[in-house]
């Protein structure tokens, strides 16, 4: 079984450009997250999909970001324009509620590494 | 106060020694607990979770919770170099919140 992939796998941007970041769950996960890592902080979250839906959008840093997941599959997030502070790395998880016990695994991605000059 | 404490390390134990990681966190409510495991350049992956008091096991990895103490721990018996990485403790329901994770360096 395929997990999650992240496109690209780097990416460096000007700062005023755009980018957009793309993250394929594992087949069948209704649920999709997407979290960064700037350099010396911890992972933080920024949202999450249930299926197309938005579920928790609280960790998005402002309106420059704008994530979607049209069909409930693939999903991408783009940001416009681009600033100094979004360089990091981007993960993707994705998550399928287990059964009777509701126990939830995320699994993630490779990340995708945005450098914004 | 960050909501996840971890000591960025590195740790650095021996091979065959055990490895003691240990995560403190400040939300009382948190229910479920998780460890990933980092190598460089690579994606986490869930090595464990645990859900409530007491101790889980499962092969070489032990994770520990107390949540009066509000601890959570990872044990790693026979430590390899492969087991050489970056640990992160994470804690929440779907939207998980990390600690800055630990490294660990085990030398042979």
């Known amino acids: 079984e395929a997990g999650v992939t992240q496109f690209p796998s780097h990416s460096v941007i000007e700062k005023g450009q755009t980018v957009t970041l793309r993250c394929d769950p594992i087949?069948?996960?209704?649920?999709l997250y997407w979290y960064r890592r700037v350099m010396g902080k911890e992972i933080k979250f920024l949202l999450h999909?249930?299926?197309?839906?938005?579920?928790?959008e609280s960790g998005m840093p402002n309106n420059r970001f704008l994530a979607e997941r049209t069909g409930g599959t693939y999903s991408t997030l783009k940001v416009q324009p681009a600033e100094l502070e979004d360089s990091g790395v981007y993960f993707c998880?994705?998550?399928?509620?287990?059964?009777?016990?509701?126990?939830?695994?995320?699994?993630f991605g490779p990340g995708t590494r945005l450098l914004v000059l | 106060q960050k909501e996840v404490e971890q000591n960025s390390g590195p740790l650095s134990v021996p091979e065959g020694a055990i490895a003691s990681l240990n995560c403190t966190y400040s939300?009382?409510?948190?229910?479920?607990f998780f460890w990933y495991r980092q190598y460089s350049g690579k994606s986490p992956e869930l090595i464990m979770s645990?859900?409530?008091?007491g101790d889980k096991e499962d092969g070489r990895f032990t994770a520990q919770l107390n949540k009066a103490s509000q601890y959570v721990s990872l044990l790693i018996r026979d430590s390899q170099p492969s087991d050489s990485a970056t640990y992160l403790c994470?804690?929440?329901?779907?939207?998980?919140?990390f600690g800055t994770g630990t490294r660990l360096l085990v030398s042979p």
């Open positions: 998880a994705s998550s399928q509620v287990g059964g009777r016990t509701g126990v939830e695994t995320q699994y």
């Open positions: 087949s069948g996960h209704d649920n």
């Open positions: 999909f249930v299926k197309e839906s938005k579920q928790d």
């Open positions: 939300d009382r409510v948190s229910q479920s």
């Open positions: 645990i859900y409530s008091n």
């Open positions: 994470a804690l929440g329901f779907q939207k998980l919140v």
